[in-house]
């Protein structure tokens, strides 16, 4: 898969922006780390939203499908934990 991947980095975090009121409503907040050669999304948790049992239902019903209406070229989104 072949994208401008400085350009859909921008569009992931404009979306990221939006919706991070939500998660910080509850606590929490969430950062891309990376997007893969595939096109897959790597998003970290943070905060309340860590270890949250709803969190890959939001993961997938709600980032996700607002990553794909922003940015065709992603496939999925994955949650990554990055260790301190």
């Known amino acids: 898969m072949s994208f401008n991947k400085s350009e859909l980095t921008n569009r992931i ?3 990221l922006a939006s919706l991070r ?8 907040d969430m ?5 893969t050669d595939k096109g897959v999304a790597q998003i970290q948790l943070l905060g309340a939203c860590s270890d949250c049992s709803m969190s890959q239902m ?3 019903a709600g980032v996700e499908e607002a990553l794909k209406k922003a940015a ?3 496939i999925g989104v994955e949650a990554v934990i990055l260790e301190a």
């Open 13 to 15: 975090n404009d979306v």
């Open 21 to 28: 009121p939500f998660f910080e409503a509850d606590g929490g």
């Open 31 to 35: 950062k891309l780390v990376d997007i």
């Open 58 to 60: 939001t993961l997938k």
């Open 72 to 74: 065709p070229e992603i």
